[in-house]
């Protein structure tokens, strides 16, 4: 199958500017774009090469069974910058809150490795499902390559996005190689994702084999109704409630300030 291109609309300075990020903040953009596509299994993984007693990461993989990326939007999601359904939307179309809001995360990969790849199954508008192939170099920033065509699937395929990020860059001070180490990254993902994945208890997440399950490590819940004054003058009686969590496990002194879809507004 062959393939065709699309120029990414944007200067090259933006996209130099969005693509900083630390390796860390990149795995994490990949599962929430997971998230984001209404997936109830999301599985991160990686291929590892021991050379000479030390273990490189060779590939990140972020695998999803969520809705996929329609083939007849590949233009509209990936070549118009900071344009997404997250933009006009603030919920999915099962109802989650969305995480982004630009269509920028996927360019933070950059900071991990030069080639993305995603393959990814949809269902169209005719009840079928299809698959193709996304790729961006680093080579060619500007340029986006897809499918010639997708290709139509079986009905026993599952919809979804496996995220590949390889040709992992030089890892002078070990950022990368840190996201294999669970010891270091699932207090880490706990941290980030622990209020996501109490508010949608439907939702797997696997990190390097080890499945997050924040509510075995919840030590004591405190729930709490009041309500606050609201308006010009502070007139309107507005309900709200407050959840206060504390971990069996000390891997973070933060308090996290969420909505009750689970996202993350501020710490």
């Known amino acids: 199958m062959g393939y065709q291109s699309l120029q990414l609309n944007m200067t090259q300075e933006l996209f130099d500017r969005s693509i900083k990020a630390s390796p860390k903040e990149a795995v994490k953009e990949l599962i929430w774009n997971s998230c984001d596509a209404d997936a109830k299994n999301i599985e991160v993984s990686f291929e590892i090469d021991t050379f000479v007693g030390v273990e490189n990461v060779t590939a990140v993989i972020v695998k999803d069974d969520g809705t996929g990326i329609p083939f007849e939007r590949i233009e509209e999601i990936f070549g118009r910058y900071g344009s997404s359904d997250k933009t006009y939307s603030h919920k999915s179309p099962n109802g989650r809150v969305y995480h982004g809001k630009l269509g920028q995360g996927r360019y933070k990969c950059f900071a991990i490795g030069a080639f993305l790849k995603w393959k990814t199954v949809y ?17 060619s920033r500007l340029s986006v390559d897809y499918s010639e065509r997708p290709e139509l699937v079986g009905d026993d395929v599952s919809t979804g996005t496996i995220a590949i ?15 294999a180490d669970n010891q270091i990254m699932i207090p880490d ?9 109490l508010a949608y208890n439907d939702v797997s997440l696997i990190y390097n084999d080890i499945k997050i399950k924040p509510e075995h490590l919840i030590k004591k819940r405190d729930e709490r109704d009041f309500a606050y004054k609201y308006g010009e003058e502070g007139k309107e009686n507005v309900p709200a409630k407050a959840v206060a969590i504390r971990w069996k496990e000390s891997y973070f002194s933060k308090l996290y ?5 689970g996202v993350v507004f501020d710490e």
């Open 189 to 197: 993902i706990l941290s980030t994702f622990a209020p996501y994945l």
């Open 165 to 179: 990020i390889t040709s992992i860059l030089e890892d002078s001070i070990g950022a990368i190689s840190i996201l």
């Open 123 to 139: 269902q169209a508008s005719d009840s079928k499902k299809y698959s193709y192939e996304i790729s961006i170099n680093s080579g």
């Open 257 to 261: 300030i969420c909505g009750e879809s």
